[in-house]
Every structure is written in C-alpha cells, then in structure tokens.
C-alpha cells in the first residue's frame, strides 16, 4: 500500500511539473498589432443624444500592461454646463484589449455606465481598426477609429438597425500629446 501510494505522489508530482511547463512559456508584445494606439490623446467630440447634440472635451490614455500581452484604455469625456458653469463628466470609459487565446483574435472588453461589452477588433488597414457591438432588439453600433494621420486619432461612432445603412451618432478628434 505504502509503495502504491509513494508511485501515485510520485506521478501525481511529476505530472504537475509536465503541465506547468506549458505555463511557463512566456509571451511578451502580443498587442504590438495596435501600438500606434498608445499615448495619451486629447481633443473634442460630439455625441447625438435625445437631447441634440453635445460637445465634449476628450482625454484617453491607452497604455500596456503585463509585458505588452494587454492594452488598457481610459477615456474620459468632459463639458462644461452651461447654467452651473461646472465641469461635467458625459463620457467615461474603460477597456482591456488583449488577444484572445483560444481564437487568437484581437479583442476589446470595455466597460462603460454599468455595462459590459466584448468585440472584435478589426485592422481595416493600416492604422485603421472597427469594432462592433449587437444591441439586442435594436441593432448595431460600431466604432472605426483612424490613426493613419500623425498623432491624429478620428473616431465616427455608427448605428445602423438592418447592418446596412449606417448613421453616425459621434466624432471625435485627438490629438496625441505624449507617448
């Protein structure tokens, strides 16, 4: 019994030490696809809401985390109301984009007022990325930001019911003011 037991331990440790060899390969630069994104940027935007449109004032920071196997992205938008002369915060946002290991995909999880949302990242072409989002029983809402110009960053934001015809709801234009 005593031999059966010391084989399993003997087994048992020699099969942890087998499986963690696959952990210990360690990736680094994964995000490289979507460096040009990185910096931090500022600049105005404007929204379409029930209200008519709003101007904003935009600072995003997008960053590397985990030996650049994630980008992070802090967005924050900010308008100054009119009757209370106060700053007012209309946009806040915060995504991870990383690299899916199973499909090996580029992807985005943002969280924004409450609510999470999982899309692919498409490199439409150089500089140029789109992700999309499915509203239940409403449509889709898909963003294309272009940063093919020189620390330029131009977003259009899109909603379109049938997939098809497309009407922009937001733009947005940054300008990169460090790396």
């Not at 929204?47 to 920071?61: D, F, L, N, P, Y």
């Not at 030996?67 to 946009?91: F, P, Y």
């Not at 999880?109 to 789109?130: H, L, P, Q, T």
Request: hydrophobic share 40%.
């Amino acid at each position: 019994m005593k031999t059966l037991i010391g084989n399993l331990i003997i087994i048992l440790a020699f099969s942890c030490s087998v499986f963690s060899q696959n952990n210990l390969d360690k990736v680094t630069n994964a995000m490289e696809p979507l460096h040009f994104m990185l910096g931090t940027w500022e600049g105005d935007a404007w929204t379409m809401t029930r209200e008519g449109r709003v101007e904003s004032r935009i600072k995003e920071h997008i960053y590397c985390k985990t030996d650049c196997n994630i980008m992070v992205a802090e967005g924050l938008g900010t308008k100054t109301d009119a009757e209370t002369n106060e700053t007012v915060v209309v946009h806040e946002a915060f995504g991870v984009m990383y690299v899916d290991p199973e499909t090996k995909k580029l992807m985005l999880r943002a969280y924004k007022d409450n609510k999470i949302s999982i899309s692919e990242i498409d490199i439409i072409s150089d500089k140029v990325i789109r992700w999309k989002m499915e509203i239940p029983n409403q449509g889709t809402v898909r963003f294309t930001s272009d940063y093919s110009k020189d620390n330029t960053w131009v977003e259009i934001g899109e909603f379109s019911r049938d997939g098809e015809n497309w009407m922009q709801f937001l733009g947005m234009e940054l300008t990169k003011i460090a790396d």
